[in-house]
T-cell receptor, first 112, second 115 residues
Framework: GQQVMQIPQYQHVQEGEDFTTYCNSS?????IQWYKQRPGGHPVFLIQ?????EVKKQKRLTFQFGEAKKNSSLHITATQTTDVGTYFC????????????FGTGTLLAVQP | NAGVTQTPKFRILKIGQSMTLQCTQD?????MYWYRQDPGMGLKLIYY???????DKGEVPNGYNVSRSTTEDFPLRLELAAPSQTSVYFC??????????????FGPGTRLTVT
């Protein structure tokens, strides 16, 4: 079945450092979504990418969808303590169902 | 709008007991989902529904049952609880997808411990 893997599983940074998490799918995706889950909280939608090679920015966050639509990345510039949490990618391979396959997640810890 | 609400927030069950996790959304979303999240892990889809009266299995349906009699409600039933079902359960909803999928809105979760 379809699998979505993320690396790294955990990243610890000093506040102000950059951070990147990578998402890789075993199959081609129609689109990819990114979610953030604060410790003890629930996943919250950040963004969706649909087009091959698409790049979107939200303030300090940059999201990219690979040319082959099998991988994606999230880059945070100059991390802040408010960035702490687990970042999940979720891919949809298309078809009649609306099932997202969530990645394994990357836990980001930011030291002040 | 309250969004997606879940009850209870916490529950401790003994092995073999049964319970129903409640989920309600007030956004008129057709699609609803149940996920489980084990400590330090990602989300696994248990069941989903594309509309009232229609449900289908996800990745890990064994030990669970669902029903969808209304657009708003999507309860998850655990029969004969086992320690392996200790997890955090999230309900989510989204708009119907006749085009690339919309974002999912998650409830606050139910933390279940089976001992």
């Amino acid at each position: 079945g379809q699998q979505v893997m993320q690396i790294p599983q955990y990243q610890h940074v000093q506040e102000g450092e950059d951070f990147t998490t990578y998402c890789n799918s075993s199959t081609t995706l129609s689109n990819i979504q990114w979610y953030k889950q604060r410790p003890g909280g629930h996943p919250v939608f950040l963004i969706q990418l649909v087009k091959s090679g698409e790049v979107k920015k939200q303030k300090r966050l940059t999201f990219q969808f690979g040319e082959a639509k099998k991988n994606s990345s999230l880059h945070i510039t100059a991390t802040q303590t408010t960035d702490v949490g687990t970042y999940f990618c979720a891919g949809w391979s298309g078809g009649a169902t609306n099932k997202l396959i969530f990645g394994t997640g990357t836990l980001l810890a930011v030291q002040p | 709008n309250a969004g997606v609400t879940q009850t209870p927030k916490f529950r401790i069950l003994k092995i073999g007991q049964s319970m129903t996790l409640q989920c309600t959304q007030d956004m008129n979303h057709n699609y609803m989902y149940w996920y489980r999240q084990d400590p330090g892990m990602g989300l696994k889809l248990i069941y989903y529904s594309v509309g009232a009266g229609i449900t289908d299995k996800g990745e890990v349906p064994n030990g669970y049952n669902v029903s969808r009699s209304t657009t708003e409600d999507f309860p998850l039933r655990l029969e004969l609880a086992a320690p392996s079902q200790t997890s955090v359960y999230f309900c989510a909803s989204s708009y119907s997808a006749d085009r690339p999928t919309y974002e999912q809105y998650f409830g606050p979760g139910t933390r279940l411990t089976v001992t």
